[in-house]
């Protein structure tokens, strides 16, 4: 379960069916499917009207943060702002 005070959650159907969503991280360009975990924390930075960012159908960014997961350097993943599409979340 994501931590409490997360803007947006996986959404709870994704994650009984133990999914992971796809999140495309603009900082290093990662594509990486993300899991629902106790310190998971996903803020949405930018929404928009049903445009999409990219030409995976992303229609938000998010801010993500969880101290379990590292990046291609071996860093916690901190703030880390992410195209994601809005379909695979939860508002909270």
Not at 9 to 30: C, M
Not at 56 to 75: F, L, M, R, S, W
């Amino acid at each position: 379960m994501s931590a409490l005070n997360s803007h947006l959650t996986i959404r709870q159907d994704l994650v009984e069916q133990g999914l992971s969503v796809p999140v495309w991280f603009l900082d290093y360009k990662e594509d990486v499917h993300v899991e629902d975990t106790a310190t998971l924390n996903i803020d949405c930075d930018y929404c928009t009207d049903g445009e999409e960012l990219n030409d995976e159908g992303a229609n938000i960014i998010v801010k993500i943060t969880d101290p379990t997961q590292k990046d291609k350097y071996g860093n916690p993943w901190k703030d880390r702002l992410a195209f994601a599409c809005s379909i695979d979340f939860q508002w909270n």
